[in-house]
């Protein structure tokens, strides 16, 4: 992170960058010249941090949606989530934060995300239930209906409405600002410590429903509350970083080939290099095409895609084995 901050437009040396922060964080040192700092402490700080916390979100979630739906390539975007929060930014950006209460375009996105989980939910139910494979039907459904919705929505937008919609959608953490940071950290760490607690009981769902069962657990009601939990680390990242896909399924994929599925270890270490991925990839689109910034989403997508279709290729020959 410190040398992500330190790279940019301007690059400062990374003990400079090093100093300014240990300078706000801890009151102590002193820091470069006024310009240095505010750019460091206004600017980049919070944009790394912001990118740390929506990878490390992302990921967790992605890794608890796959357990929780027996699929190994479900992911926020899988179930609508990300569709849901697309579409309710987008209705803002082009007709107003008056239309839907005075909201703002984060505020309009986290709504989105939890109505597109909520209907995921009730979609997904079974003689009152959750049916995984029903649950993934539900949302692929939903997903298509809102992401329709937001095409039609884009149609009215003015060319400059509609550029600022194409990056909300394609994920940036561009505009970064310490007042967006203290609610996100305190979901994505208080939801990442609060799903690792359910870490024996996600392990007993690896099992199947039937040993699960007989091991104690409550299927259904776990699979509720570790929903509503995704639905809401999901929408809050999203929120403030627009739609930013792959990451939930790559990242939980790459842990478990390395240190198994173990969920006491996986989910904290699903969060460590979710993170640490984002910081990265945003790194990229800011320095691979100077001046110009890309989308994450566009980078997480060429990294991404591939991996998904070796993980299909991989699956495969498990199978034919």
């Known amino acids: 992170m410190v040398v992500a901050i330190s790279i940019g437009a301007v690059n400062i040396p990374v003990g400079d960058v090093w100093g300014i922060v240990v300078h706000h964080v801890c009151g102590q040192g002193t820091t470069s010249d006024m310009a240095t700092d505010q750019i460091v402490w206004n600017f980049r700080t919070p944009r790394v941090v912001l990118a740390a916390l929506v990878g490390a979100g992302l990921a ?16 926020p975007t899988v179930l609508g ?20 209460g005075g909201i703002g375009v984060s505020g309009a996105a986290f709504v989105g995300a939890l109505a597109a989980g909520a209907l995921v939910f009730a979609l997904g139910r079974r003689r009152g239930r959750l049916a995984p494979t029903r649950l993934v039907l539900a949302g ?10 937001t095409s039609f929505v884009q149609l009215e937008a003015t060319p400059t409405e509609l550029r600022t919609v194409m990056f909300w959608m394609l994920g940036s953490v561009a505009g970064a600002q310490w007042s967006q940071l203290p609610t996100v950290a305190a979901v994505v760490l208080a939801g990442t410590a609060l799903l690792s607690l359910f870490g024996r009981r996600l392990n007993a769902l690896l099992a199947g429903d039937e040993s ?15 929903l509503v939990i995704s639905a809401l680390l999901t929408g809050t990242v999203i929120a403030v970083a627009g739609g930013i896909g792959f990451v939930g399924l790559m990242i939980p994929h790459l842990v478990r080939l390395t240190l198994g599925a173990d969920h006491r270890r996986l989910l904290p270490l699903t969060a460590l290099l979710g993170a640490v991925y984002l910081v990265l ?15 994450l989403g566009i980078l997480t997508a060429l990294v991404g895609a591939p991996f998904f279709l070796w993980l299909l290729r991989r699956d495969k020959g498990m199978d034919s084995g």
Do not use: H, K, M
């Open 212 to 226: 699960a069962t007989a091991l104690g657990v409550d299927v259904n009601r776990l699979r509720a509350l570790l």
């Open 281 to 295: 990839v945003d790194l990229l689109s800011r320095t691979v095409n100077r001046p110009n910034e890309l989308p």
């Open 81 to 100: 989530f990300s569709y849901g929060a697309s579409l309710g930014a987008v209705l803002v950006i082009t007709l107003g934060g008056a239309a839907l």
């Open 60 to 75: 967790v979630a992605g890794a608890v949606l796959q357990t929780l739906v027996s699929n190994p390539l479900a992911d």
């Open 140 to 149: 692929v459904a939903v997903g298509y209906v809102l992401l329709s919705a």
